[in-house]
């Protein structure tokens, strides 16, 4: 009868237990793989990170905020606009 009780009741439960365990650090290790990709596929051109001093403004291409100190600006019927990239700034028809 105990032997009846592992073998029905404890042993699919231990089953379940590993299958789950290695279904978890098989996620995790997609989810580092993914993060992995993620970090090596920043593109060189990514706008810096906001310089200290300089007002924020938002680029009308790409809706991105951009230092006014260290971004790229340009202006159009005496406004100035400012970009992230020069990308930006070429695609934007004032
Ligand atoms: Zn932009």
């Known amino acids: 009868m105990l032997r009846y009780l592992i073998l029905e009741v404890l042993l699919p439960l ?10 978890r ?20 051109s990514a706008p810096p990170p906001v310089a200290a001093g300089g007002e924020l403004r938002k680029d ?7 230092s006014t100190s260290s971004s790229l600006s340009r202006t159009v019927k005496g406004q100035t606009f400012y970009f992230c990239s020069a990308e ?6 004032g």
Not at 60 to 66: A, K
């Open 14 to 23: 231990l089953v379940f237990a590993i299958l789950r365990s290695v279904f």
């Open 25 to 44: 650090s098989v996620i995790q290790a997609g989810r580092t793989v993914t993060n992995a990709a993620r970090t090596a596929q920043t593109p060189p």
């Open 60 to 66: 009308p291409v790409c809706g991105t905020y951009v």
């Open 88 to 93: 930006c700034r070429d695609r934007y028809r």
